[in-house]
């Protein structure tokens, strides 16, 4: 069983932390430099995580009696892509008024709400990929990391395979490592083999190829941001898993909480795309290290919230 990847404990926060994975180590955070650097150096990382790090750094701020808002600027910037670190801030920092007490009251309520987002988007996710699919045993293609450690625990698109696992749905999950980091093979394979589910990790170029040849039958994937329009960012490589999955005919799913849609980004053009440090991937020398990728609305199935399906 793993536990909660981000919760406050003793008035600290508590992290998985990630680059240590598959070692399962616990790291607690007391003050917001130290959780800023946590952030960006992906010791807490995935988009519902990064929202409750958000909203738990507002009230570790408050805490300490430092600056408040200036802190939360800080936090909020800290990754630019994922949506929800900002999101998570902002609720949190309008509890200010009101005193630390209600500022950690409401970083919590973020923290509780996502559990329940990411059982509800499990639930309407094998509801929908059944609907698309049949009733399976289902062959599925995920990229990344979305599942109980990308959250404060469950998972998003992981969440769906869970959902489905847990009927006795799941034949077979492919997962691609994902440059340039491995959070797919270092932590999806991780909670996949924890799950008991069938899982093979392939290395990022063969994913659209496997799709190709009909190996799988629905891609299914998290994301960072939803612009307005429904383009998807999502971590680099995602984009080609969706062309392949359109040229093969099989769904292409996203899940994700409401709050990563953004009505504020009108189209992943106004994404902004964080690049990573060359030596991610190169000892030495120039490189060009995007983290993340945009996948056209057209290509996207659908998106699957706590809420809604939109297609």
């Not at 408040?68 to 801030?89: D, F, K, S, W, Y």
């Not at 959070?183 to 589910?197: D, F, H, M, N, P």
């Not at 971590?235 to 898993?241: D, E, F, N, Q, S």
């Not at 060009?288 to 297609?311: G, H, K, M, Y």
């Amino acid at each position: 069983m793993l536990p909660r990847t981000i919760d406050w404990v003793d008035g600290r926060i508590v992290l998985v932390d990630q680059t240590a994975l598959p070692a399962i180590r616990t790291v607690a955070v007391d003050d917001v430099d130290a959780l800023v650097d946590a952030i960006r150096k992906l010791v807490v990382r995935g988009a519902p995580a990064l929202g409750v790090a958000g909203a738990l750094g507002v009230a570790l701020a408050a805490h300490r009696g430092v600056d408040v808002p200036a802190a939360a600027e800080r936090i909020a910037t800290a990754r630019p892509t994922a949506v929800n670190l900002a999101v998570g801030v902002r609720r949190a920092l309008a509890a200010l008024p009101d005193g630390p007490a209600a500022v950690l009251a409401a970083a919590l309520a973020v923290r509780d709400e996502d559990v329940a987002a990411c059982h509800a988007i499990g639930a309407r996710g094998a509801a929908l990929l059944t609907d698309l699919c049949g009733p399976g045993p289902l062959r599925l293609s995920t990229h990344c990391n979305a599942g109980a450690l990308a959250c404060v625990e469950w998972g998003t698109a992981l969440g769906v395979v869970r959902s489905l696992h847990s009927a006795g749905r799941v034949a077979l999950v492919v997962a691609d490592e994902t440059r340039p980091l491995l959070q797919g093979a270092r932590i999806t394979a991780v909670e996949l083999a924890a799950l008991g589910i069938a899982h093979r990790v392939v290395v990022d170029g063969a994913g659209p190829s496997v799709i190709a040849r009909g190996l799988v039958d629905a891609v299914v994937v998290g994301a960072d941001r939803v612009a307005a329009n429904g383009d998807v960012a999502n971590k680099i490589g995602t984009y080609p898993l969706a062309l392949a999955a359109a040229r093969a005919g099989i769904p292409f799913v996203v899940a994700c909480p409401e709050s990563t849609v953004d009505p504020d980004t009108p189209d992943g053009a106004a994404i902004t795309i964080e690049d990573r440090a060359e030596d991610e991937v190169l000892a030495g020398g120039p490189a060009w290290n995007p983290a993340f990728d945009v996948t056209p609305a057209d290509l996207v199935t659908a998106i699957v919230t706590e809420t809604r399906v939109w297609s």
